[in-house]
């Protein structure tokens, strides 16, 4: 069974950084897209940010030249590198990536990490 890992959210004041990391584990064949979503209270989860296997990305408007999202096929591993950030992206980020096991491909979810920018 494969899952998704999330690690490197906490606190931070505005105009800080910081990186989550996401890491596949189990048996997988290959993985597609991999991305960043995230959720705020009382808000529907958003595209943060989407990259494909060759490197192509996808950001959203209101991330656009503060964050930056990479990831390396070896490890099976995807990065946000987040800097500037500012207290309206406090939310749960949850990584999600199209994942081939050798038997069949599936949409997975990690379980989320908080990340919470102060004022």
């Known amino acids: 069974q494969v899952q998704l890992v999330e690690s490197g959210g906490g606190l931070v004041q505005a105009g800080g950084s910081l990186r989550l990391s996401c890491a596949a584990s189990g048996s997988i064949f290959s993985i597609n897209a991999m991305g960043w979503y995230r959720q705020a209270p009382g808000k529907q989860r958003e595209l943060v940010a989407v990259?494909?296997?060759?490197?192509?990305?996808n950001y959203a408007d209101s991330v656009k030249g503060r964050f930056t999202i990479s990831r390396d096929n070896a490890k099976d591993t995807v990065y946000l590198q987040m800097d500037s950030l500012k207290p309206e992206d406090t939310a749960v980020y949850y990584c999600n990536a199209d994942v081939v096991d050798g038997v069949r491909g599936q949409n997975l979810w990690g379980r989320g990490t908080q990340v919470t920018v102060s004022s």
């Open positions: 990259i494909t296997r060759f490197g192509s990305t």
